[in-house]
């Protein structure tokens, strides 16, 4: 092996009193760049051959096979019946077998595919946008009426499926939420208690980081972790069952995975989304309390009757609202990525991270109409 | 790479042992050079576990196996890849690529020599297409467009993109319809004739089994029970392998098998 490696130089040889070509050494896949550079270099030298000795050749497969009958094709003057000689029996039922199904890959050229252009993608891209759109009301319509037709019977909607849920999505997702709140409480306490200072306005870091977590920061937080955590893992577990066939399998047996997979989901997330936000108001006072305490020196009970008198209820229930059309969001949005997953492990990854950009930007558009609605009703 | 022996896979006093439960116990086997053989037995008898030891894909508790006479305990990085490089697997659910289309699949051990470029391993792959049977449509769709006997094929195709001088078969005629079993039979034959490729493969198609195998090797109670050709297995006096062909189907199929 050693010494074919050293030889594989002179793989062909050309001897012009004998119009033959040498072949020698290795003829394997492993080699074929070395090769056909040869053999680019016997190409011109050359004008007629009657012969291929291939005695020398100490291995072949089917790439080195595939350049010897190039090689026979191409030779400028050779017979196309032209045989290479000396191959050893196993070689030459390899050879005589190759040789006779490539005979097959001539007769059938390879399809190229054209590269869409840009017009060509941009009307994909619209169509795909229409269509996402409508089966969003579609998947909305199914969910409602598959909702009231289990409410009529609701021994039959998966329970386990819905306590399951509220457990993962949830109780688990308790510590991210309520550390991310505490964050975002603190910076923002931060930021303001240095401009407040200077104007003397010292207390009404109050007024404003009460306002900013309970209606916004707190809802929009909450929501971007969830869309992050559970509108991925609907989306890739409901995708992997449908490339698994589980989806069918539920079919068949007269359950629909509407019912089963998903109202449930979507009724979890529902219940929990509040939950969370209370939680996620929490912390974010909490952070907001402790740095205007340190920062500004205003005493706990100072802020907590504060928030009270000026901050008011009005301002949580505003938050508060925001809730189910988050949770609807969350929850549709990964379940229809899920559920749009083609056969293949590739697509389930690309539905996925599909499942959080679709859930996050639906997120921020959605509090976005909710600031609009409420500045015309003036609340 | 250079055959060190002419007995592919020799293994000796293999064991495995998963917690309290003793898959292999002290198994030896070996294959040669051109055989077909067949691994049968009971379910949860290590057929799976046997293939997977060999293959490298998990470690056995104790024992030695050595292919093409290299202890693949104590082998090079180097000699690793060589090793591997020679060995073709069709898994039982296939395991093509579902990203990729199929000459992309076939195209893709290739990539990993390095060194080939794309003209010559696209014209080698559809070569490759065609010596296990399929038309040359097939190559640019994906294996989700396959109908089940030509994922296999489209498997096999891949398993033999490196020339391999063994392929293992996981169940290969599992899911097929008798017609494309059949066809598989034939293209297992088929391989080893023009292409003098080791099969070595773990099977219930008591069809296959009459019709392709060298050797039937029959695993029971972590050893090899019996070991040799169907219609010694058939003779076999251990209960087990007894109980195993004494099955209604196993049965019919002798009468018929008899009947040829």
């Known amino acids: ?379 | 790479m250079q055959l060190k022996s002419e007995t592919l896979i020799d293994i000796k006093g293999l064991c495995n042992k998963f917690g309290d439960n003793l898959v292999h116990d002290n198994l030896d086997l070996s294959v040669s050079s051109r055989e077909i053989v067949a691994i049968i037995g009971g379910s949860g008898c290590g057929k799976t576990t046997l293939l997977r030891s060999v293959l490298m894909l998990q470690a056995p508790t104790s024992g030695s196996i050595k292919l093409f006479g290299y202890d693949i305990d104590q082998v090079t990085s180097s000699q690793l890849k060589s090793i591997q490089h020679n060995l073709g697997v069709m898994f039982q659910s296939c395991a093509l690529f579902s990203s990729l289309t199929i000459i992309e699949n076939i195209m893709f051990p290739m990539d990993h020599l390095g060194a080939v470029d794309l003209e010559s391993k696209r014209k080698l792959a559809l070569l490759k297409l065609f010596l296990s049977g399929l038309a040359p449509e097939v190559a640019d769709l994906y294996p989700s467009e396959l109908s089940g006997g030509m994922k296999k094929r489209a498997a096999m195709a891949r398993a033999i993109a490196l020339d391999p001088k063994m392929i293992f078969l996981d169940e290969p005629t599992a899911g097929l319809d008798p017609v494309s079993a059949n066809e598989l039979d034939l293209l297992v034959l088929h391989l080893r004739r023009s292409l003098g490729i080791t099969f070595v493969m773990v099977t219930h198609d008591l069809d296959t089994l009459w019709k392709v195998p060298d050797r039937v090797i029959f695993l029971g109670n972590g050893v090899v029970l019996a070991d040799g050709s169907m219609e010694e297995l058939m003779a076999c006096s251990n209960p087990m392998v007894q109980d195993y062909f004494s099955g209604d189907r196993a049965q019919q199929r002798q009468k018929i098998g008899h009947g040829e």
């Open chain 1, 1 to 379: 092996m050693e010494e074919a490696l050293i030889d594989q130089s002179q793989a062909m040889r050309y001897i012009v009193d004998s119009n033959t070509i040498y072949c020698r050494g290795d003829w394997t896949l492993q080699n074929i760049k070395q090769l056909k550079s040869s053999f680019k270099e016997l190409d011109s030298s050359y004008e007629k051959v009657t012969a291929i000795d291939a005695v020398g050749i100490s291995s072949l497969d089917s790439a080195g096979i595939l350049l010897l009958l190039r090689m026979v094709s191409s030779c400028p003057g050779v017979d196309l019946s032209l045989q290479p000689l000396g191959l050893t029996s196993e070689f030459q039922i390899l050879f005589d077998y190759v040789q006779q199904e490539d005979k097959k890959s001539k007769l059938q050229p390879f399809v190229v595919h054209k590269e869409p252009n840009a017009i060509y993608r941009l009307g994909v891209n619209v169509v795909t946008c229409y269509l996402s759109i409508v089966s969003f009301i579609c998947f909305l319509g199914e969910l409602f009426s598959e909702f009231f037709a289990i409410a009529a019977k609701p021994a039959l909607l998966a329970w386990d499926c819905i306590f399951e849920s509220i457990d993962s999505v949830g109780l688990r997702a308790l510590p991210i939420v309520g550390l991310m709140s505490f964050l975002i409480g603190v910076v923002l306490a931060y930021q303001l208690s240095e401009q407040l200072r200077s104007y003397g306005a010292d207390i009404f870091v109050v007024d404003i980081t009460g306002v900013a977590i309970l209606r916004e920061f707190a809802p929009l937080i909450t929501a971007i972790v969830m869309a992050g955590r559970t509108s991925t893992s609907f989306a890739a577990l409901i995708g992997t069952m449908k490339v698994n066939e589980e989806l069918d399998a539920l079919s068949t047996m007269g359950v629909t995975p509407m019912s089963q997979l998903i109202l449930p989901r979507v009724i979890a997330v529902i219940i929990i989304m509040p939950l969370l936000i209370v939680w996620a108001d929490i912390f974010g006072i909490l952070g907001s309390m402790i740095m205007s305490h340190a920062l500004l020196k205003i005493p706990f009970p100072v802020f907590i009757s504060r928030l009270h008198s000026s901050v008011g209820y009005m301002q949580y229930i505003l938050g508060m609202i925001k809730a189910p059309a988050f949770a609807l969001i969350i929850a549709g949005v990964g379940c229809i990525q899920g559920l749009s997953v083609e056969y293949s492990a590739d697509s389930v990854g690309k539905k996925t991270t599909k499942a959080a950009v679709q859930a996050i930007f639906l997120v921020i558009i959605i509090d976005a109409l909710f600031s609009i609605v409420f500045s015309i009703l003036d609340l």
